[in-house]
């Protein structure tokens, strides 16, 4: 792995424009273009692209687009009805994108106290500016210390019950594949967070957090490696196969994170 830290210790940003693979620039100049022309500057703070476009590993016609959006105000329904709109757009008129997912924020949530090592860190570290000023100036230097892990993936006790809720209500495979892919990969986001302070480094590649993971938990490998197909894969997530990871690695590896790094700080 290349190391993402920088010379003082603290986690070096992932991603960069330049980074972005030929096949996938006229999907990022194309989101720009919409993000700007949907909300324009005085509602629009910032925007950021994050995941595999702008580390350069996406796969052209698997891989999804993935936008952050921070609005200068809350977000209103009206606000969340044009990114579902700006969504749909995208990814009807690219081939290469496989789906488009946005998380809407503003920006004084980005910057608040209590987002400090979420999505701030999230900002700072995961994300590449797209439009607007950046927020990263405006928030800390971070280091993969055991508050950084407390404060990302503290919360997995929180989803199990919903994971649980939507698993008994989904009728088709498509729903199942959609549930299997967010909790895939929250799970192995979650274990890798897990032991992150220990190793020392940060990756956001999905293998790797799994065999990062491994190291440390052998006996729980495979289970992790089946995350990551799950996360990777839809159809790969059968109801068994689902259930398994949401009745057994899920409240296991909530306990271990609740015992090593606490829980993260509530939410509204």
Request: charged share 25%; net charge neutral; proline share 7%.
């Given at each position: 792995m290349e190391p993402v830290l920088n010379e003082d210790g603290t986690l070096a940003r992932e991603g960069a424009l330049d980074r972005v693979p030929e096949a996938f620039a006229p999907v990022v100049e194309a989101a720009r273009a919409c993000l700007a022309e949907t909300f324009g500057p005085a509602l629009l703070h910032s925007a950021y692209l994050y995941g595999s476009i702008?580390?350069?590993?996406?796969?052209?016609?698997?891989?999804?687009?993935?936008?952050?959006?921070?609005?200068r105000e809350e977000p209103a329904e009206a606000d969340r009805a044009a990114v579902r709109d700006l969504e749909a757009g995208l990814d009807r008129r690219f081939p290469q994108i496989d789906g488009v997912g946005t998380l809407l924020t503003s920006s004084g949530t980005l910057l608040s106290e209590r987002e400090r090592y979420d999505l701030g860190f999230f900002v700072a570290c995961l994300c590449t500016p797209l439009l607007g000023e950046d927020l990263a100036g405006r928030l800390p230097r971070y280091r993969p210390t055991s508050l950084l892990?407390?404060?990302?993936?503290?919360?997995?006790?929180?989803?199990?019950?919903?994971?649980?809720?939507?698993?008994?209500?989904?009728?088709?495979?498509?729903?199942?594949?959609?549930?299997?892919r967010w909790v895939g990969r929250h799970l192995v986001r979650t274990g890798f967070t897990l032991?992150?302070?220990?190793?020392?480094?940060?990756?956001?590649?999905?293998?790797?957090?799994?065999?990062?993971?491994?190291?440390?938990?052998?006996?729980?490998?495979?289970?992790?490696?089946?995350?990551?197909?799950?996360?990777?894969?839809?159809?790969?997530?059968?109801?068994?196969?689902?259930?398994?990871?949401?009745?057994?690695?899920?409240?296991w590896l909530a306990a271990e994170y609740r015992a090593a790094h606490g829980v993260k700080a509530p939410r509204p």
């Open positions: 702008p580390r350069g590993t996406a796969t052209v016609g698997v891989s999804d687009l993935d936008l952050l959006v921070a609005l892990a407390r404060e990302t993936n503290g919360d997995l006790a929180l989803l199990l019950p919903r994971w649980r809720r939507r698993l008994a209500e989904a009728t088709t495979d498509a729903e199942r594949g959609r549930l299997g032991v992150m302070p220990r190793w020392g480094d940060w990756t956001s590649d999905l293998d790797e957090m799994a065999a990062v993971f491994g190291g440390y938990y052998p006996r729980r490998a495979a289970q992790m490696r089946t995350a990551v197909r799950v996360g990777r894969h839809p159809a790969a997530a059968d109801p068994t196969v689902l259930g398994a990871l949401i009745e057994d690695l899920g409240p």
